[in-house]
Structures are given as C-alpha cells and as structure tokens.
C-alpha cells in the first residue's frame, strides 16, 4: 500500500522558514518523481515543485522559485520542501505527491503551513 505521510507544518512569520518533510512507504521510492502541490484557503490546487527519481531535475512554480527548494534522500525514502522567505500568501495546505505515468497517483494527507505575524 502506498502511504505518503508529510510533516513539518505549522505557524511561520512572514519571513520566516520551514522545512516540510514527506515520508513514503509502500513503494521503490527511488524509482518515481515527486511533487508538492499546495492548496490555499478558498482556492483550487497549485503545483509548487518537482523532483526526478534522483534528484538531479527539479522545476518550481514562479511564485515559489528562489525561495523554495525540492530535495530527497532516497536511502531514507523521503520528500523535503525547505521553504525560505515565507509570504502570507504562502498559506496552504501542503502535499507531496507521487507521480504515475506523467501525473500524480497517490498524494499524503497534507500538512498546514500558516504564514502570519
């Protein structure tokens, strides 16, 4: 069974940094890319990052390049979005999501990243 669960969220000031960390089991981690997608209050879904199977490719959303960085350690089978400079407008859910064939299959539960002073 596939199981991606994140961590790492929580309450952040403006400027401030988090490390979210996602943690999967159930399939060959190394194998697969990795994305995180965010959804804000009120808001549909948007994609932040991606991550190749072994890491050397990765890709960011304009609102979140220079600031955010994907990683992985595929030893330990996890997902990591280092999140610097963080904006109000940050605010969101956060997942991590596994990729299929060219899009995600399987996504974790979420964590919530609350960007206020």
């Known amino acids: 069974e596939v199981q991606l669960v994140e961590s790492g969220g929580g309450l952040v000031q403006p400027g401030g940094s988090l490390r979210l960390s996602c943690a999967a089991s159930g399939f060959t981690f190394s194998s697969y890319t990795m994305s995180w997608v965010r959804q804000a209050p009120g808001k549909g879904l948007e994609w932040v990052s991606v991550i190749n199977s072994g890491g050397g490719s990765t890709s960011y959303a304009d609102s979140v390049k220079g600031r955010f960085t994907i990683s992985r350690d595929n030893a330990k089978n996890t997902l990591y979005l280092q999140m610097n400079s963080l904006k109000p407008e940050d605010t969101a859910v956060y997942y991590c999501?596994?990729?299929?064939?060219?899009?995600?299959?399987?996504w974790g539960q979420g964590t919530q990243v609350t960007v206020s002073s």
């Open positions: 999501a596994k990729y299929g064939d060219r899009v995600p299959d399987y």
